[in-house]
């Protein structure tokens, strides 16, 4: 186990009540549960998203922090949240990164490996 480890699981969910297939907007909504599996504590200072939609189009997203918020997290400590994106296309994907400084000053990246976002009953 590494000293400076956070792992992340996601769940997707299909948001028809606010896409609009007929315009080519597709909404999805994706929670995330990031949990401090290290040995020290440390702090999401910013992330970096790939979104990739099925024609291949990448969009690339960068900010500080995830929803308005830094989470510290101590050992076994977790953060959940929910945000969203809207893709052109039914399918798509996102993978990317958080950076992360723990509290001896050690800066580390924890991956987010992809996850598929999609509409119910559309992948074979």
């Given at each position: 186990?590494?000293?400076?480890q956070?792992t992340?699981?996601?769940?997707?969910?299909?948001?028809?009540?606010?896409?609009?297939?007929?315009?080519?907007?597709?909404?999805?909504?994706?929670?995330?549960?990031?949990?401090?599996?290290?040995?020290?504590?440390?702090?999401?200072?910013?992330?970096?998203?790939?979104?990739?939609?099925?024609?291949?189009?990448?969009?690339?997203?960068?900010?500080?922090?995830?929803?308005?918020?830094?989470?510290?997290?101590?050992?076994?400590?977790?953060?959940?949240?929910?945000?969203?994106?809207?893709?052109?296309?039914?399918?798509?994907?996102?993978?990317?990164?958080?950076?992360?400084?723990?509290?001896?000053?050690?800066?580390?990246?924890?991956?987010?490996?992809?996850?598929?976002?999609?509409?119910?009953?559309?992948?074979?």
């Amino acid at each position: 186990m590494s000293a400076y480890q956070f792992t992340v699981s996601v769940r997707t969910q299909y948001l028809a009540e606010q896409s609009d297939p007929d315009r080519a907007n597709y909404v999805f909504a994706y929670a995330i549960t990031i949990k401090n599996t290290g040995q020290v504590a440390a702090q999401l200072i910013s992330r970096h998203w790939v979104i990739t939609d099925a024609n291949n189009h990448v969009e690339e997203v960068r900010g500080l922090g995830v929803v308005g918020h830094q989470p510290f997290l101590q050992p076994g400590e977790q953060f959940e949240y929910t945000s969203g994106t809207a893709l052109k296309t039914p399918q798509g994907s996102m993978s990317g990164e958080y950076f992360c400084v723990a509290e001896d000053g050690t800066r580390f990246e924890s991956k987010i490996d992809e996850f598929v976002l999609s509409l119910p009953r559309t992948l074979h």
